[in-house]
């Protein structure tokens, strides 16, 4: 087994829309966004310029055939990010917002991680989170941020393995969630 990484494309949109979702939880997009989320969130991936852009995603690939990917970008763009998110989610739901910001300038933010089922379990996860780290870390950013649920342990429990410290708690779409961040001095 090989795993390689590569800067998502334009094709990626659907992985990459399947990876947001995953990484909000099915229910809870399905609640925010319709049962349509899988659509909304490929189109928000296929722009240029928002949160889950296939511009911001790396993707894992295992003998050639993409395995996961980790939407991720600086948090000083969030806004500028945000808008275009909003302007397609609010084509089909005008009265979304986001309840509070999930990252800030000064840290990279691992906005959504996902490792497709059948891959699960080999390391791909872990090869994503240092492909990214090493890529942030190379480019100058110091810090790389992400949010994990209070009801996901197994989660926290493999950012924490990987050199992740809680710093806070964050309230995201309605849930609990530590803000954990990994620096490089």
Request: a negative charge; one cysteine or more.
């Amino acid at each position: 087994m090989s795993i390689t990484i590569r800067q998502a494309t334009i094709n990626d949109a659907e992985l990459i829309a399947y990876t947001v979702g995953t990484a909000i939880g099915e229910e809870s997009v399905k609640e925010h966004l319709g049962t349509n989320w899988l659509n909304i969130l490929t189109e928000i991936s296929q722009l240029d310029i928002s949160q889950y852009s296939y511009r911001n995603t790396i993707i894992a690939e295992i003998d050639g055939t993409p395995a996961g990917a980790v939407v991720a970008y600086d948090g000083a763009r969030l806004n500028e990010l945000r808008t275009q998110t909003l302007s397609v989610i609010h084509q089909y739901n005008p009265n979304f917002t986001f309840s509070e910001d999930e990252t800030e300038a000064g840290e990279y933010y691992l906005d959504s991680l996902c490792v497709l089922p059948q891959y699960r379990k080999q390391g791909v996860a872990t090869y994503l989170i240092k492909a990214l780290c090493n890529k942030v870390f190379a480019e100058g950013h110091i810090r790389v941020g992400l949010i994990v649920d209070f009801d996901n342990p197994n989660a926290e429990q493999l950012y924490t393995s990987l050199g992740f410290k809680r710093i806070k708690t964050r309230i995201f779409l309605g849930h609990q969630m530590w803000h954990l961040v990994k620096e490089n001095y």
